[in-house]
Each structure stands twice: as C-alpha cells, then as structure tokens.
C-alpha cells in the first residue's frame, strides 16, 4: 500500500477556519496535520489531528509583535515534527510564517483566498502570493489582484 502524502492544513481562528474546515471532507485522504490557535472553541475539534499556535490578533498590536514570534518558533517546531509535503491555508496570520518555512524546505504551498475578498486582497494573500505553488481565489475579480491564481469557485 503507497503511503498517503503528509499535508498540514493550517489557519487562524475564525472565518479562515470555518472555510479550511470545509476541505475536512479530504482530510482522510493524506496523513494530516490540522494547526490552528487555541481558543475555547478551537479545542472542541479534537476529532482532527489538531495542534495549536498562540491566539493572537493584530487588534491588540501589543501584545501580538510578543506572540508573533513564539508562534514563528512553534511554527518551526511543528515543521520539523511533522515534516508535511504540502501546506494548506486559507490564513491568516497564523499561516504566513508556517508557508515561508515550508517555501524554505521546499515543499509546495497552497494558498486560499478568502472568501469575503472579493474585491481587494487580504495582507496574509500578498505575502503568500509571491512564493505560493497554487494560489486560489474564490471570485474571479480577485484575477485582477492575482493574474497567477487559480479560479476554483467557492470552498463553501
């Protein structure tokens, strides 16, 4: 039997979860990892094989340019543990550092727009973009913003 590829689906709490969970149909069919941030609702999902990053929001600047950084580290660790082929994300913040250290080790990276960008894109989108191995938008307009995306339609 081959063995299945190892893909981490990661993303920031949220509506950027909500429409990563929309792929869990697919989970099944690799050896995942899913990564998200630990919040009260966020650990309700122990069906997944989950692991968590620190819940930060750029609201409260503060305190995130502390949490931004350990998450980096934990990011890496998590990397290094699980060692996937792919990386998978609809973002936000949370998933820019993991796909920067996957880009460094050379594995593909799948990046999601998100589903309310329909008109301009989101930050975590620009910085992913440029070393992104498939990029997604869910609205055609976002081809202006992305002339390298791919129009799959909505995750929904």
């Known amino acids: 039997m081959a063995k299945k590829k190892k893909v981490m689906f990661i993303s920031s709490v949220g509506g950027h979860l909500t429409q990563l969970l929309q792929l869990s149909k697919i989970f099944n069919h690799y050896d995942y990892l899913l990564v998200t941030e630990k919040t009260p609702v966020t650990k309700k999902l122990n069906k997944y094989n989950i692991k968590y990053l620190l819940y930060g929001s750029r609201q409260y ?12 580290i934990k990011s890496l660790y998590l990397f290094l543990l699980y060692r996937p082929n792919t990386i998978v994300t609809t973002g ?18 799948v990046f999601i727009e998100s589903f309310a960008k329909k008109d301009n894109p989101s930050l975590s989108g620009r910085l992913v973009y440029p070393i992104a191995t498939t990029f997604v ?4 307009t ?7 995306a791919e129009y799959w339609g909505w995750i929904y």
Do not use: D, E
């Not at 936000?92 to 990276?109: D, E, N, P, Q």
């Not at 938008?137 to 055609?140: D, E, G, I, L, S």
């Not at 976002?142 to 390298?148: E, G, I, Q, S």
């Open 92 to 109: 936000a913040h949370t998933a820019v550092s993991m796909c920067y250290i996957g880009k460094l080790f050379r594995r593909k990276i």
């Open 61 to 72: 600047w503060y305190i995130y340019i502390f949490i931004l950084p350990i998450n980096f």
């Open 137 to 140: 938008v869910q609205w055609q």
């Open 142 to 148: 976002m081809l202006k913003h992305y002339p390298k």
